[in-house]
Structures are given as C-alpha cells and as structure tokens.
C-alpha cells in the first residue's frame, strides 16, 4: 500500500459526459501528479501540482483540468468524453522538491470506461 | 521531448535463469527510477538511481545507472515466479519539475 488513495476505483460512462476523479496523497506530501496509461502511449504524465499551484503540464488536453485543494487532494476533471479517453488515469504523490529525486508513489488508479 | 526507451518489450524465462532489461535514452536525467506494475494496479517504485554509475542492489535485482546518466539496466538474478510483472523505467530532468517520462515498459513472464 502506497499512501495514495484514488477514487472511484472504476468508472464507465458515456461520450460527452463529464467526470471527476479524485486523489489523496501520503501524508506529507505537498505535490501531486496526474498520469494517463494506455495500452498504445504507456504511461503518460499529464499535470503536476505543488501545494495548491500548478506545477507543471504535459500532454494534457483541453477538455481536462486538475485542481489541488488546500487540504491537498486533488481532483481531476476530464468532460466532453471521447471514446479515446478510455485508460487507466493515476495519481501519484510525493514530497515536494528535492534535488536530485522526488520519488513518487502512485495510487491504485482509476479504470475509465468511455462508450 | 525526452524519450526512454526499454528493451526487450517482452520477455518469457524459465524460474532460475537470469535476464537484464535496458533502459536507454539520448536524454541526461537527474535521476532514474524502475517501478514494477501488476496488471489493473498502480506502479511500485523499487529503486531511484542518481548518481552516474551508480550501482544498487535489492535481493536478486541490480540497477545500475550509466556513468552518462542516459541509461540504466535491471538484472535480476535466479528469477522466480513472483518476478512476473511489467517493469518500467522513468526518468525525471529536474528543471524545475519533477515530471517522470516513463519507458513502454519490459513484460516479464517467469515460468514455474
């Protein structure tokens, strides 16, 4: 067990709908991360937040957007579903900035089903 | 864009034998981590390497850091069973975010 809680474990919707995943972290741990794991991409980073800011941003589409709230869970919002939005989307944590590693642990992942 | 990319993609082995799966990029990290996934599960970190040239051992694994830190490599010796899992390398730059770029990953099968 990580630390890091993600709910719901699995989630089936259909195309233009709108979801919210949401993360806890280890406690401890400031800055949260937003990862999206397909069969095709592999695991792929999409956002990173530090204690509330945004952090950082991959390849996140504009249909998604992330928050980290002040007790530090984080939510990730992903709407105008496609079928390709289906995958595996998981949170991973870890304690901030530290040269030169930040090792992050990953949560259990939110199984997406978009038909 | 960095990339990482790990080989051999699959990999089927006998309980007993050894194996090395390399991880490789044109990309300097500031660190390197290998996680191990279970299928429908989050990955398990199992080693962040730093230092070029590092070498550092958990029981049967090896990872070792290229003195470059542009590659890396898992050896696992007298594999067993409970070795079955997709093993990932991922790789942070360090500027300012601590974003890991992942490899496709090594699928390893150990037959009993």
């Known amino acids: 067990d990580s630390g890091v809680t993600q709910t719901p474990k699995h989630l089936i919707t259909a195309t233009g709908q709108r979801v919210t995943l949401r993360c806890s972290p280890r406690s401890g741990d400031l800055s949260v991360y937003w990862y999206q794991q397909s069969l095709d991409q592999g695991l792929q980073f999409l956002i990173q937040y530090y204690n509330g800011e945004e952090r950082a941003k991959g390849n996140i589409l504009e249909r998604f957007s992330a928050q980290q709230f002040p007790d530090l869970h984080s939510e990730l919002n992903l709407s105008s579903l496609e079928l390709g939005d289906s995958a595996l989307y998981f949170c991973?944590?870890?304690?901030?900035?530290?040269?030169?590693?930040?090792?992050?642990?990953f949560g259990p992942g939110t199984r997406l089903t978009v038909t | 864009t960095q990339l990482l990319e790990q080989s051999p993609q699959f990999l089927s082995i006998q309980e007993g034998e050894n194996l090395t799966v390399y991880c490789n990029s044109s990309?300097?990290?500031?660190?390197l981590q290998w996680y191990r996934q279970e299928p429908g599960e989050g990955p398990v970190l199992l080693v962040t390497v730093v230092t070029g040239g590092e070498v550092k051992k958990l029981k049967r694994l090896t990872f070792q850091f290229g003195d470059a830190r542009k590659d890396s490599s898992l050896h696992i010796t007298a594999a067993q069973p409970g070795d079955t899992g997709l093993y990932l390398c991922a790789g942070q730059s360090g500027a300012g975010s601590y974003q890991l770029t992942f490899g496709k990953g090594t699928k390893l099968s150990v037959i009993p």
């Open positions: 990309s300097v990290f500031s660190s």
């Open positions: 991973a944590s870890s304690v901030g900035f530290f040269r030169p590693a930040s090792e992050q642990y």
